[in-house]
């Protein structure tokens, strides 16, 4: 019962499942020859690994003809294992050997200066890489947002516990404006008074995310809270979106998580900064939550909610949706 031109015997059969296999093979080697082994698109060689108990991959941005990649650990605001990858058209993968590591998940594009800062380092365009070491800058580092008063000079750099920092993108000065929360290593760096006028943040919630400028004011969100009942009870007071004009702490705009920080600038930062929108994207127990910066004032907007997968009020599983240019005359907005 065997389809015409089927073999009819066992020997005939495993004759043509040799030959079968023999051209398979030939045919994987035509393709090795070709670039690195891949499955269905997936090239095992591009793992990406560090030492600590978590590795994850904070932030991935093309420029200067290759692709950057930054891994991160769960909680190093002092460095890490992790490292600085460099992608090329190939496919050729290698660290850097100026990596510091830390738990790093910002990036953005600086125009004047012709850098990319993605976590403490900065790439020109030649591919020299510079960078910010832990001791000048503590933090987990979350964020980047264009400078409100020298914007082609400096920019800033937010932590995932509050702090605020303004770092001169030629020589690399850094200048602390709210200290990060993390508290202070052992030795006598924990014993040091605090300098003084020194601004420890009272922003509630923690587990920063995003940061972005406009309009005036460099917007920060984060979200999850410390609460007994935070992975049980969604519906308890967690993060919050806040802004800071230039002095002081944070001052609050939302009770609510948030994550994303943009505009329609993207990486590079709004071009019109004093009139181009500014967007967060949150959430609480009831439905999404779009904050929208128009004209100096918020206005917000409540969206159905698809699905529970985000709600947990520790803010542990957010890692983290985005509003992102994908070369449509729309933009993607990824939440729940």
Same mark, same amino acid.
């Given at each position: 019962?065997?389809?015409?031109?089927?073999?009819?015997?066992?020997?005939?059969?495993?004759?043509?499942?040799?030959?079968? $296999?023999?051209?398979?093979?030939?045919?994987?080697?035509? @393709?090795?020859?070709?670039?690195?082994? +891949?499955?269905?698109?997936?090239?095992?060689?591009?793992?990406?690994?560090?030492?600590?108990?978590?590795?994850? !991959?904070?932030?991935? !941005?093309?420029?200067?003809?290759?692709? *950057?990649?930054?891994?991160?650990?769960?909680?190093?605001?002092?460095?890490?294992?992790?490292?600085? *990858?460099?992608?090329?058209?190939?496919?050729?993968?290698?660290?850097?050997?100026?990596?510091?590591?830390?738990?790093?998940?910002?990036?953005?594009? %600086?125009?004047?200066?012709? +850098?990319?800062? =993605?976590?403490?380092?900065?790439?020109?365009?030649?591919?020299?890489?510079?960078? =910010?070491?832990?001791?000048?800058?503590?933090?987990?580092?979350?964020?980047?947002a264009r400078h409100l008063a020298d914007p082609a000079g400096k920019a800033y750099y937010g932590t995932m516990e509050e702090g605020l920092y303004e770092v001169d993108l030629r020589s690399l000065a850094v200048r602390e404006l709210i200290a990060d929360g993390n508290?202070?290593?052992?030795?006598?760096?924990?014993?040091?008074?605090?300098?003084?006028?020194?601004?420890?943040?009272?922003?509630?919630?923690?587990?920063?995310?995003?940061?972005?400028?406009? +309009?005036?004011?460099? !917007?920060?969100?984060?979200?999850?809270?410390? %609460?007994p009942r935070v992975g049980v009870d969604p519906t308890i007071p967690s993060g919050a979106l806040a802004e800071w004009r230039g002095e002081g702490d944070w001052s609050m705009v939302r009770r609510a998580q948030f994550t994303e920080v943009t505009g329609p600038g993207?990486?590079?930062?709004? @071009?019109?900064?004093?009139?181009?929108?500014? *967007?967060? !994207?949150?959430?609480?127990?009831?439905? $999404?939550? $779009?904050?929208?910066?128009?004209?100096?004032?918020?206005?917000?907007?409540?969206?159905?909610?698809?699905?529970?997968?985000?709600?947990?009020? %520790?803010? *542990?599983?957010?890692?983290?949706?985005?509003?992102?240019?994908?070369?449509?005359?729309?933009?993607?907005?990824?939440?729940?």
């Amino acid at each position: 019962g065997c389809p015409a031109g089927m073999p009819d015997s066992p020997k005939a059969a495993l004759s043509l499942l040799a030959a079968a $296999l023999a051209a398979a093979l030939a045919g994987c080697g035509e @393709r090795k020859a070709e670039g690195p082994p +891949q499955v269905s698109g997936v090239y095992p060689h591009l793992a990406v690994h560090n030492r600590e108990g978590e590795c994850g !991959v904070g932030a991935v !941005v093309p420029w200067a003809d290759r692709l *950057w990649v930054i891994t991160y650990g769960p909680h190093l605001p002092d460095g890490s294992s992790d490292r600085l *990858w460099e992608i090329d058209g190939a496919l050729g993968i290698a660290a850097r050997p100026e990596s510091v590591g830390g738990t790093p998940a910002n990036r953005m594009i %600086h125009r004047e200066t012709g +850098q990319l800062l =993605i976590g403490p380092y900065l790439i020109g365009s030649d591919r020299a890489v510079r960078v =910010i070491p832990p001791s000048a800058m503590r933090g987990r580092l979350t964020g980047n947002a264009r400078h409100l008063a020298d914007p082609a000079g400096k920019a800033y750099y937010g932590t995932m516990e509050e702090g605020l920092y303004e770092v001169d993108l030629r020589s690399l000065a850094v200048r602390e404006l709210i200290a990060d929360g993390n508290p202070p290593k052992g030795g006598a760096a924990a014993k040091a008074p605090e300098p003084p006028g020194r601004i420890r943040s009272q922003l509630p919630g923690y587990h920063g995310k995003g940061l972005y400028s406009g +309009q005036g004011r460099v !917007v920060y969100a984060n979200n999850g809270e410390h %609460h007994p009942r935070v992975g049980v009870d969604p519906t308890i007071p967690s993060g919050a979106l806040a802004e800071w004009r230039g002095e002081g702490d944070w001052s609050m705009v939302r009770r609510a998580q948030f994550t994303e920080v943009t505009g329609p600038g993207g990486l590079e930062g709004n @071009r019109e900064p004093g009139t181009d929108p500014v *967007w967060s !994207v949150g959430w609480d127990a009831k439905s $999404l939550i $779009l904050m929208a910066l128009h004209d100096g004032k918020w206005t917000s907007y409540r969206l159905p909610k698809p699905s529970h997968s985000y709600d947990g009020a %520790h803010g *542990w599983n957010t890692e983290w949706p985005r509003i992102r240019d994908i070369g449509e005359d729309d933009l993607l907005m990824t939440m729940h």
